[in-house]
């Protein structure tokens, strides 16, 4: 095991964290576990069990996070947005936008007699 991975958070322990993290949340904000489970629209079992570090579904995760303004690290999961032009396309243009120089070459001169 590398000195990298022996520093890491367990899976638990990383719940725990969030669990810690959104309860803090929620106490500045002012709500009880009642309101944000209302609010969330998910049950006051899935805010304890999250807030205690026991697991929670991902939507019950992103249902809580959305509420509190906390889910901004869900943009990082997302994929790069998909070109509107494709490369093949961009290259056809780019092709089609080169001026074309024609090279001529020199015709001999008849000398004169």
Known sequence: MSDMTSTRQTIDEQLGAIGLALRDRRVRANLTQEDLAQRADVSLGAIQN????????????????RFLGTDQWVEALHPPPTPTVSPMQRLREQKSAAKRTRVRRAVPRPSAP
Do not use: D, N, P
């Open 50 to 65: 999250l807030e205690h570090g026991k697991g929670s579904s991902v939507r019950t995760l992103l249902r809580v996070t």
